[in-house]
């Protein structure tokens, strides 16, 4: 009982899914262009964006590391500081992931290329945290 209820509903949402309850002729399959295939999206990228993107970010970053490690660290819980630091940087780096996703520009095709964008992203911003709280002056 209960099974045959149920087959009768989803006959009912079948034809009212269908439209008018008749079957799809070819010319509405046509219409419909179910044989053609997808078109790809044409990419404007060249063909080592991700690569340079990547170099760049990590340069940046060993440039900004370099300056706040090459004079000896002026705090007392110096291991604590680099802890918060690369924590907040990490997670800037999540948000800026999580953006990039949103917006449908983060996808690779190699899990080379999706680990060295995202590990240079991530020293990227921690360097930059790691910059600016030890070279503004404002947290010593």
């Known amino acids: 009982m209960f ?9 009912a949402l079948g034809l009212l899914s269908s439209g008018s309850g008749l079957s799809s002729s070819t010319s509405d399959r046509k219409s419909l262009n179910y044989n053609e295939k997808p078109l790809k999206k044409e990419s404007k ?9 990547s170099a760049v ?4 970053a060993a440039f900004g590391l370099f300056i706040v490690f090459k004079d000896p660290l002026p ?6 500081t680099l802890i918060v630091a690369s924590l907040i940087g990490i997670g800037i780096s999540l948000l800026v992931f999580f953006i990039l996703y949103v917006l449908e520009l983060y996808y690779f095709k190699t899990l ?10 991530i020293t990227f911003f921690v ?6 709280y030890f070279r503004s002056g404002f947290f010593i």
């Not at 360097?127 to 600016?132: D, G």
Request: glycine content about 0%.
């Open 3 to 11: 099974l045959d209820l149920l087959s009768i509903i989803l006959d």
């Open 75 to 80: 705090v007392q819980n110096y291991t604590q």
């Open 112 to 121: 080379f290329k999706l680990l060295l964008f995202s590990c240079s992203v």
């Open 45 to 53: 990228r060249s063909k080592y964006f991700t690569e340079k993107v």
């Open 57 to 60: 970010a990590l340069a940046l």
């Open 127 to 132: 360097s930059a945290v790691l910059y600016i």
